[in-house]
């Protein structure tokens, strides 16, 4: 049986039913609790689980991440909220240097099963450090895995996963698209943490999107007169380079749309690793479309910054016509 939601009612699906399943399972962070999360996330898990496992910290991204670790090291599985992803900065040692490095720097005998989650980037007229798309930081620390739904079905089932693992798990939510659309999901649904979703078959172009523009993504593909392949990674690190790989020698051509900032992007890797596995299969070069390599400005050039359907037709139309 299936159910229409938009993917904050996704995420708010997948604590609960984690937490139903699992009194392991401990909710926390800034707003989390009384008020539900600053977009409602969270909204009804203190009433039904109690303040001992749902409930509000202090505004300290470090303080967050450096309890949520000791409660993982002594058998907890908990699943913290950084506000904005352009915050979690001040949790960065925390994450990167100890939640990573816990299994090798005790050679398998703890784990840390914490999963971070946060809102990240842009679309909706925030403020300065709200709107950061940070994903190529994490991907960079191993030990972590980092996630990046776009569908409900997704949101809830790799939320669910990843709550479920023994390592730390950094779960990116495009908070554009929060409450944009809906979709069915079906809670019975497996989906593998390291395994990217085709999300449009097609036989021309490969086009590589995650989060938020996998939409733009869709409907760029909408306006080119060619057979379209959409590829959403799901899961940043460890990136599932088969699945591109396989459909970049199908098509020969490669796309690569993301939020962040093209210099240093995560799409910088996913284009390396392109060259390298399937470079004798490619009939144009690997083009990129991200945001320009400056600060995120505030609202009034939002638009002006964040990749859209124009541009990414564009990028394909190179691509193409190449």
């Given at each position: 049986?299936?159910?229409?939601?938009?993917?904050?009612?996704?995420?708010?699906?997948?604590?609960?039913?984690?937490?139903?399943?699992?009194?392991?399972?401990?909710?926390?962070?800034?707003?989390?609790?009384?008020?539900?999360?600053?977009?409602?996330?969270?909204?009804?898990?203190?009433?039904?689980?109690?303040?001992?496992?749902?409930?509000?910290?202090?505004?300290?991204?470090?303080?967050?991440?450096?309890?949520?670790?000791?409660?993982?090291?002594?058998?907890?599985?908990?699943?913290?909220?950084?506000?904005?992803?352009?915050?979690?900065?001040?949790?960065?040692?925390?994450?990167?240097?100890?939640?990573?490095?816990?299994?090798?720097?005790?050679?398998?005998?703890?784990?840390?099963?914490?999963?971070?989650?946060?809102?990240?980037?842009?679309?909706?007229?925030?403020?300065?450090?709200?709107?950061?798309?940070?994903?190529?930081?994490?991907?960079?620390?191993?030990?972590?895995?980092?996630?990046?739904?776009?569908?409900?079905?997704?949101?809830?089932?790799?939320?669910?996963?990843?709550?479920?693992?023994?390592?730390?798990?950094?779960?990116?939510?495009?908070?554009?698209?929060?409450?944009?659309?809906?979709?069915?999901?079906?809670?019975?649904?497996?989906?593998?943490?390291?395994?990217?979703?085709?999300a449009r078959e097609g036989s021309d172009v490969t086009l590589i999107?995650?989060?938020?523009?996998?939409?733009?993504?869709?409907?760029?593909?909408?306006?080119?007169?060619?057979?379209?392949?959409?590829?959403?990674?799901?899961?940043?690190?460890?990136?599932?380079?088969?699945?591109?790989?396989?459909?970049?020698?199908?098509?020969?051509?490669?796309?690569?749309?993301?939020?962040?900032?093209?210099?240093?992007?995560?799409?910088?890797?996913?284009?390396?690793?392109i060259q390298e596995e399937a470079i004798l299969h490619m009939e144009?070069p690997v083009e990129r479309v991200a945001a320009p390599d400056v600060?995120?400005?505030?609202?009034?050039?939002?638009?002006?910054?964040?990749?859209?359907?124009?541009?990414?037709?564009?990028?394909?139309?190179?691509?193409?016509?190449?």
């Amino acid at each position: 049986m299936t159910e229409k939601m938009n993917i904050i009612t996704a995420v708010n699906e997948a604590l609960h039913d984690e937490m139903e399943a699992d009194e392991k399972v401990i909710a926390y962070g800034e707003d989390v609790g009384e008020d539900g999360g600053v977009f409602r996330a969270t909204e009804g898990l203190q009433e039904e689980f109690g303040e001992k496992r749902c409930f509000s910290s202090p505004l300290a991204e470090s303080g967050i991440a450096g309890t949520a670790i000791g409660m993982s090291l002594y058998g907890f599985r908990p699943v913290v909220e950084m506000q904005f992803s352009g915050f979690s900065y001040l949790a960065f040692h925390q994450i990167k240097e100890h939640a990573s490095r816990m299994r090798i720097r005790s050679r398998g005998d703890y784990n840390v099963p914490l999963t971070v989650r946060a809102p990240y980037g842009g679309g909706i007229s925030a403020l300065e450090h709200h709107q950061e798309s940070p994903e190529a930081f994490y991907a960079h620390a191993q030990g972590l895995h980092v996630v990046i739904p776009s569908t409900p079905q997704d949101t809830y089932s790799l939320l669910r996963k990843s709550i479920q693992l023994d390592d730390p798990v950094v779960f990116l939510e495009p908070k554009k698209t929060y409450r944009a659309f809906k979709g069915e999901v079906d809670k019975n649904k497996e989906v593998n943490l390291e395994e990217a979703r085709v999300a449009r078959e097609g036989s021309d172009v490969t086009l590589i999107a995650w989060g938020a523009m996998v939409p733009v993504a869709e409907d760029a593909a909408d306006e080119v007169d060619a057979d379209v392949e959409i590829i959403d990674p799901r899961t940043i690190y460890p990136l599932d380079v088969e699945t591109i790989t396989e459909s970049v020698e199908k098509t020969g051509r490669a796309v690569i749309l993301h939020e962040a900032q093209k210099s240093g992007g995560w799409g910088a890797e996913i284009s390396s690793r392109i060259q390298e596995e399937a470079i004798l299969h490619m009939e144009a070069p690997v083009e990129r479309v991200a945001a320009p390599d400056v600060p995120y400005p505030l609202y009034t050039l939002e638009d002006f910054y964040m990749p859209n359907k124009k541009r990414a037709v564009k990028g394909l139309e190179r691509v193409l016509d190449f």
